[in-house]
C-alpha cells in the first residue's frame, strides 16, 4: 500500500498574514477578558456600596450619633476602599523595610486591631480611595461620602465613591469622561415605635 504525502507550500507572504491574524485574534481575547474583570471588580464594589449603605441606615434606625453612622458605612466599604494608608501607609515602598506586615495579610492583621478603636473614636482610618488626598495614584481623585437623612420614621443613607478607579486597558472607549461613580442608597424604617406602644 503505498501513502502519497502532499505537502502544501505556502506561497509568499501568507505566513505572515496568519500571524497577523493571531495576533488580532489573540488582542480581541485580551480585551474581553480584562472587561470582563474590570466588569466583576465594579460589581463587587457596587455590591460593597449597597451593603455600606444599608449599615449605615440600620445604625441610623436604632438611634447611633451621625458620626457613628458615618463611621459604621465607611468600615462596612473598606473591601472596595483600596489599601490602608493609616495607622500603617500599605502604599509607599519603604513600608515593605520599615513594617513585616506589608501585604494584604498585613492589613487584614492591622485592620483587626485598628477597627475597634475606629469605632469607639479613639483612632482614625484612612484608606486609599476614601480621600482624594489620601490617593496615591495620579489618574483618580476617588472620594468616598456616607451621608444619612430622616423623613418622619423613614431613614435614608446613601454612600457613593466619586471616581472609582477604572482599571481597565483603552477604558476611554466606554467611559466618556474616565470616570466611574458607584452609588448605594438604602431606606429602612423605625420599627421600635410599632413595638414600644
Given amino acids: 500500500m503505498r501513502h502519497f504525502y502532499h505537502t502544501v507550500r505556502p506561497r509568499s507572504g501568507e505566513c505572515g498574514s496568519t500571524m497577523i491574524e493571531a495576533v488580532i485574534c489573540m488582542l480581541i481575547i485580551c480585551l474581553i477578558l480584562f472587561g470582563l474583570l474590570q466588569v466583576f471588580y465594579v460589581t463587587a464594589a457596587q455590591m460593597v456600596t ?25 468600615l462596612k466599604a473598606i ?11 500599605m502604599t509607599s515602598e519603604s513600608s515593605s523595610d520599615s513594617y ?12 483587626r486591631l485598628a477597627i475597634i478603636d475606629y469605632m469607639e473614636m479613639r483612632r482614625t482610618l484612612k484608606y486609599e480611595y476614601w480621600n ?23 431613614f435614608t443613607a446613601y454612600a457613593k465613591f ?13 467611559v466618556t469622561d474616565g470616570k466611574l461613580n458607584i452609588e448605594g442608597e438604602s431606606k429602612l424604617s423605625k420599627q421600635s415605635t410599632v413595638y414600644l406602644e
Fill in 162 to 174: 466619586l471616581d472609582y478607579p477604572w482599571i481597565m486597558p483603552m477604558r476611554r472607549a466606554f
Fill in 100 to 111: 513585616p506586615y506589608s501585604t494584604a495579610v498585613g492589613q487584614f492583621y492591622w485592620e
Fill in 50 to 74: 449597597d451593603y455600606s449603605a444599608f449599615r449605615a441606615a440600620r445604625s441610623e434606625t436604632v438611634g447611633f450619633k451621625e458620626e457613628i453612622v458615618e463611621r459604621e458605612g465607611k
Fill in 79 to 89: 473591601a472596595a476602599s483600596g489599601r490602608m494608608r493609616f495607622p500603617i501607609d
Fill in 132 to 154: 482624594p488626598a489620601y490617593n496615591v495614584n495620579e489618574n483618580h481623585s476617588t472620594s468616598y461620602t456616607v451621608t444619612s437623612s430622616s423623613q418622619g420614621d423613614t
